[in-house]
């Protein structure tokens, strides 16, 4: 349904030649994709520790989330409960 490419400028390239929506950032910046499928209870906390587990992790941490817009609410407010700033 949609590509995500991080990579170089050759990579993002591909992405949007693609033919279908495309996310394209960077070398090393991560996005974290929370599938409607997931246990986001589990899903959160885990992109959270990810993130924060070194306060000088360079760009390969977590960057941003890609999230069911049907439960993105909820999904923020999991985030907010496990001490994430918005």
Same mark, same amino acid.
């Given at each position: 349904?949609?590509?995500?490419? %991080? &990579? *170089? *400028? /050759?990579?993002? @390239?591909?992405?949007?030649?693609?033919? @279908?929506?495309?996310? &394209?950032?960077?070398?090393?910046?991560?996005?974290?994709?929370?599938? @409607?499928?997931? %246990?986001?209870?589990?899903?959160?906390?885990?992109?959270? %520790?990810? +993130?924060?587990?070194?306060?000088?992790?360079?760009?390969? *941490?977590?960057?941003?989330?890609? /999230?069911?817009?049907?439960?993105?609410? /909820?999904?923020?407010?999991?985030? +907010?409960?496990?001490? /994430?700033?918005?």
């Amino acid at each position: 349904d949609v590509v995500v490419a %991080t &990579g *170089g *400028g /050759a990579m993002v @390239k591909a992405a949007y030649s693609s033919g @279908k929506p495309a996310y &394209g950032v960077g070398p090393g910046n991560v996005q974290c994709i929370i599938d @409607k499928d997931s %246990t986001y209870e589990e899903a959160v906390p885990k992109i959270i %520790t990810g +993130r924060c587990f070194d306060n000088g992790i360079i760009c390969s *941490g977590e960057q941003s989330v890609i /999230a069911p817009a049907e439960d993105l609410d /909820a999904i923020l407010e999991l985030f +907010r409960q496990n001490g /994430a700033w918005i």
